[in-house]
């Protein structure tokens, strides 16, 4: 079946392209006919011509007709268009004007929308602006409720602290009325005779640098019980010099005077009569130390009007009297208040660890004034201090007053205490720091530049070296303002230059005789310690040169350890230390010179030895080991680990180290192995310049073998 009729379409196919193929058939016949007879192809060609003729007219008539209806079309269909964008403006139109309209409305009922809910606002506001103000108003008036009351209270608790500040200092007037009744009152008067005059021609001032002296101060000062002191007087280069070192002389005739008052009283007491029959001799001394400390401080202002008046040129002396009377009431033996039993009440305190605090009320004050120690001690400064009257709150002179009742407490605690540091006693220690920590909270409020004088009227009154000395004088120096301090350090500069100046003239002689003997005339006019000063300076300098330099360098350390020896007449005091370590230094670069360096450092090694030595005799058996066992370990790289002197300080250490507690021996060790206790030993020993001691002595010369 599939055949059949896939064969009938195949014929059906057949059959409808016959009657195509018959009609080319035709044409094709009819074509040949034709093309072989002439006149047949020449009507052929006419008609073709005119068929084309007619064709273009009907094609120029058809394409005119076409171009008609296209007008026609355009036309119409502008027209169609202009009549659409007319009704499109007008529905625009329409269409805007509805919108505009319903914009109008919208805005219309959004205006009106706006201002109902900004009316409602505004009465929301005004009602929250009024419960606000209610409740600020209720707060204010809660809060002003609360600083009433607080107010009371203050003002309560206030009164109450005034009427028992008040009640405490009516007590204590009381008490002091009670206890000025039972006391005895004693008074010493110091006479002092003062002159600034100019000074004798060709006369030069005293010190490493000789200066042509333009003035000179001299002053005097007695007592009637003990008569007069020793006269002391001083030449000076400047007025400027006079008003800083003229109060140093007034200081000494003072402190000459009150010797002499205190060896009287002494010699009284001998016969059962006098004021020691009433106080011991600490508070004795203290008394004098005030009154010298008051005459001074009198003396500054009576010097600084002399000076005014004073000119070299006039060739006039100016002199002055003045006479201070110092009293100092006593109360009698034993009694609770007097100033023997409050310092030791003081140092009982600090030997319990109540050194207290200073607080920021008054000492009368109980809860937030100072406590312990502190306030016994600023109880006492502050009357002290009252009766001194050198000064008011806050003044320079009155910390000096309140600095000698300091130093009245650290003698009073040396004399009832006596300790050897062996035993550690923290509360000795605590003492001179409880002391330093009030001068140095005192002092902040003391004007710039005025502490100076205060500083050297204490060098007058107390003996050199004390404690509190120091740290007054470390107080002055940072109480110096930045010109002071300028002045002072170019001061130095000049006076460290001229040193060296004339030192190497002296060690770069002239060829001529006449400047052979200047060098020999400042040779032997300059201080011992400043010529080896400026030979170490000078020999540093020239040892980094050359072969030259070094040797000319050997020489002057060798003449500074010959003079160092014949100014301690030792070969072993401490005070060399500076120079052989200097000169080892400068040996051990020169390894031809290896066996005088080992020399050398073996008397280093001996005087530290000798050091520590006395460390031990002293109690002081962990410095001893630190320091005999640290010298020994930094000399063994020099002198080899088998030198004898290295050995027997290793030894020596190590029996010391046995000898003390672990932790002590620990510290001992750390100290042993720091690798500077040489320098420090060094620098310990070294002499400052008599122009920086201010009346200071050196361990150099404190040294006694």
């Given amino acids: 079946m599939l055949l059949a009729a896939r064969f009938g379409r195949r014929r059906a196919s057949e059959d409808s392209r016959a009657p195509t193929d018959t009609q080319w058939q035709l044409t094709q016949g009819r074509r040949k006919a034709l093309s072989s007879n002439p006149e047949v192809i020449v009507r052929q060609r006419e008609y073709e011509a005119k068929h084309a003729e007619e064709q273009q007219a009907r094609a120029a008539t058809s394409l005119r007709e076409a171009r008609r209806r296209d007008e026609a079309e355009r036309r119409a269909r502008e027209e169609r268009e202009r009549q659409y964008r007319e009704e499109a403006n007008r529905e625009t139109a329409r269409l805007k004007a509805e919108l505009e309209a319903q914009r109008k409305a919208f805005e219309e009922r959004e205006a009106a929308m706006a201002a109902e809910l900004a009316e409602r606002a505004e009465k929301e506001r005004k009602i929250m602006e009024e419960q606000a103000e209610n409740e600020r108003e209720a707060q204010r008036l809660k809060e002003e409720e609360e600083r009433r009351r607080a107010e009371e209270e203050r003002a309560r608790r206030e009164a109450q602290e005034r009427a028992e500040l008040e009640a405490a200092r009516r007590k204590a007037r009381e008490e002091a009325e009670k206890l000025r009744k039972l006391s005895r009152s004693f008074a010493a008067t110091m006479e002092a005779s003062i002159s600034v005059a100019p000074a004798p021609r060709g006369s030069v001032t005293e010190g490493p640098l000789e200066r042509e002296a333009v003035a000179r101060v001299e002053a005097s000062c007695s007592t009637a ?41 002494q010699l009284q007491n001998m016969t059962g009569q006098g004021v020691l029959q009433h106080m011991d001799e600490l508070e004795l001394e203290h008394w004098m130390r005030v009154a010298s400390f008051r005459l001074q401080a009198a003396a500054e202002e009576t010097l600084g009007g002399m000076l005014s008046r004073f000119s070299p040129r006039k060739q006039a002396a100016v002199e002055e009297s003045l006479q201070v009377r110092t009293e100092r009431r006593v109360l009698p033996a034993e009694h609770p208040q007097g100033t023997r039993e409050v310092l030791e009440r003081a140092i009982a305190l600090i030997e319990s660890g109540d050194a207290g605090r200073t607080g920021n009320g008054d000492v009368d004050d109980g809860a937030n004034g100072p406590t312990g120690a502190t306030k016994v001690l600023l109880r006492v400064m502050g009357a002290e201090a009252e009766a001194a009257d050198v000064g008011g709150s806050g003044s320079a002179w009155r910390l000096g007053a309140e600095a000698l009742v300091l130093a009245h407490f650290l003698d009073r605690v040396l004399d009832s205490r006596p300790s ?39 060098q007058g009154a107390l003996p050199d070296g004390h404690p509190v000395l120091k740290h007054m004088q470390e107080l002055a120096q940072k109480n110096m303002s930045e010109a002071a301090r300028a002045r002072m350090e170019e001061k130095q ?92 230094e400068c040996l051990s670069r020169s390894p031809e010179l290896q066996e005088e360096a080992a020399a050398t450092w073996e008397r280093v090694l001996e005087i530290a030895c000798l050091v520590a030595g006395r460390y031990r005799r002293d109690g002081l058996a962990l410095e001893a080991a630190a320091l005999q066992g640290g010298a020994a370990a930094e000399l063994k790289g020099r002198l080899g680990a088998d030198n004898g002197r290295v050995m027997a300080a290793e030894a020596a250490a190590g029996e010391t180290l046995a000898s003390l507690p672990e932790d002590e021996c620990e510290e001992a060790k750390a100290a042993m192995t720091s690798g500077s206790v040489i320098k420090r030993l060094v620098r310990d020993f070294t002499e400052d310049l008599a122009i920086y001691k201010q009346g200071k002595k050196s361990r150099a010369e404190l040294w006694e073998p």
């Fill in 420 to 458: 050897k540091t062996s035993d550690a006693p923290g509360w000795f220690e605590e003492a001179a720091a409880l002391c330093r920590r009030l001068l140095s909270e005192r002092a902040r409020g003391v004007q710039r530049d005025s502490l100076m004088p205060v500083a050297a009227a204490l």
């Fill in 225 to 265: 019980v003990g008569g007069g002191g020793n006269a002391y007087e001083q030449l000076f280069s400047s007025t400027e010099d006079c008003r800083s070192g003229g109060l140093m002389v007034v200081g000494a005739a003072a402190r000459s005077a009150a010797d002499a008052y205190i060896s009287a009283v």
């Fill in 493 to 584: 500069r000049i006076i460290e230059a001229e040193l060296q100046r004339r030192l190497l003239q002296e060690e770069w002689p002239d060829r001529e005789e006449l400047a052979a003997a200047r060098m020999e005339e400042i040779e032997a006019n300059t201080p011992i310690p400043e010529r080896c000063w400026a030979l170490r300076n000078v020999a540093g300098t020239l040892s980094i040169g050359g072969p030259g330099e070094r040797a000319r360098a050997l020489t002057m350390l060798r003449r500074a350890v010959s003079l160092k020896e014949e100014h301690h007449r030792s070969k072993a005091h401490p005070g060399l230390l500076p120079e052989l370590d200097a000169l080892g």
